[in-house]
């Protein structure tokens, strides 16, 4: 007789003892106990819940990251019902003139935090070949804190990734300044004193403006004006231009009256060298306007972004189409290497004529080969006061040695003697060479006189 150890009666599991391969036990007798089928399944559910701890935990997961989800939100709204009632923006676009303001204000304003700059340089090739540049560090796109009148603003300068201002080809850019709602009259002095500011770098200045694209930009930093006193031009010559140019801008209602389109144009003629662009850069000055040089014999310049540019000048600026001849020579000479000039002449002449503006228009053109210009370009409308700007005189080798050498009275009349005895033609610009070379020695330049027979020579 086999001998067996007694076996427990088959007592149902307590709920507390640990079932054998610790795996959460369902209690078969209660659920069998049970008579419906749903008071079955409803225990099924919350022992799974209480009695599994995975399940445990996703859930209190899932109702933890509900509750942040829906805290996050309020947050957010909050923040923005806060935002509109307690802040104010102001949104600069960089098509609007103030932009380039602002931006030069910030770069020189010291309470501000910046990480990221942005270089804007300023490049400028003088008369003499001499270069100069500047560099100026303003506030990159990004994000920028500043203190303003004891008001804090946030500034944020964003670039449109996807959309190009076709006129320049950059990106299109905001900047935008966040403050206090109740300081939100910081925004007007601020951007007065910006634009202020950039006047105020631009007084005495000559601003030259160049095309770019369909409009003008201006062109480096403003120039220092040329005083009108420093280009010699042969006796008379001057007065009667600055007359001229007076009393037309004083005559605009009498061109109205008379229904004649309100413009004048200027040629000046005459050797390389002889003060052309700077006379009319010292007069801009005198007149206290600015300078849109154009260059005709720019390749992509049409006819139509030609008439569009003339017909959008800046205020207070004159129109300086240098080398006049330059463009449609051009085209004829080098049709065979492919170079084609966008501007036809009738073009040009339909520009000269323009659309009826009422503000003043005045074009100054040079040239040094009158005779290759077709007779089209010289009708009155057109060009209405020509002059030759021509070698330097005797009148204007006196004067210019007396500007260099001041009191030199006997000197200059020797130099003068000197000077024209070579035989030669000499260009006013031969004889700014020799007096810089000698700067304070008229004797020096004397002596040298003989250099001037060579038109280009290298001291
Ligand atoms: N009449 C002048 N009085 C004073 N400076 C002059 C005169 N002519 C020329 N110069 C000097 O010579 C240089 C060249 O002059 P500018 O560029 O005005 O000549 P331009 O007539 O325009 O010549 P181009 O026909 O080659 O364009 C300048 O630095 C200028 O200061
Ligand atoms: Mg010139």
Known sequence: MAVSEPVAPQTPASPSSPPPNGMPSIDIDKITSEDSFGGMASSFVQQAITGNPYFAAGGGLMLLGTGLAVARSGITRLSGFLYRQLLVDLEIPSKDKSYMWFLEWMSKYKQRSSRHLSVETSFVQHDNGAVST????????????????????????????????????????????????????LFADLLSEAKSMALKAQEGKTVIYTSWGPEWRPFGQPKRKRTIGSVILDKGIKNMIL???????????????????????????????????????????????????????????????????????????????????????????????????????????????????????????????????????????????????????????????????????????????????????????????????????????????ETLKTPNHVF
């Open 134 to 185: 500047k560099f100026s560090l303003v506030p990159g796109p990004g994000n920028h804190l500043i203190r303003y009148k004891g008001a804090f603003m946030f500034i944020k300068r964003e670039r449109s990734g996807k959309m190009l201002d076709m006129t320049s080809g950059t990106p299109f850019e905001t900047v935008t300044l966040t403050t206090l709602y109740r300081d939100r009259n």
């Open 243 to 449: 007359d001229d140019v007076k009393d037309f801008l004083k005559s605009g209602q009498w061109y109205f009256d008379r229904g004649i389109p309100y413009r004048r144009g200027y040629l000046l003629f005459g050797p390389p060298g002889s003060g052309k662009t700077s006379f009319i850069q010292a007069l801009a000055g005198d007149l206290d306007y600015n300078i849109c040089i154009l260059n005709l014999s720019e390749a992509n310049l049409t006819d139509d972004r030609l008439n569009h540019l003339m017909n959008h000048i800046p205020e207070r600026s004159l129109l300086l189409l240098e080398d006049i001849d330059a463009a449609f020579n051009k085209r004829d000479q080098t049709d065979d290497s492919g170079y084609k000039s966008g501007v036809t002449f009738s073009g040009l002449l339909n520009a000269l004529d323009g659309v009826a503006s009422s503000e003043e228009t005045i074009t100054f053109m040079t040239t040094n080969h009158p005779e290759k210009l077709d007779p089209a370009i010289l009708r009155p409308g057109r060009v209405d006061f020509r002059v030759l700007i021509g070698d330097a005189t005797e009148y204007q080798m006196r004067e210019m040695f007396l500007r260099f050498y001041v009191g030199e009275e006997a000197k200059a009349d020797e130099f003068v003697k000197k000077a024209t005895s070579l035989g030669v033609p000499i260009s006013t610009a031969q004889l700014q060479g020799l007096f810089v070379y000698n700067k304070n020695d008229p004797d020096g330049a004397l002596t040298l006189v």
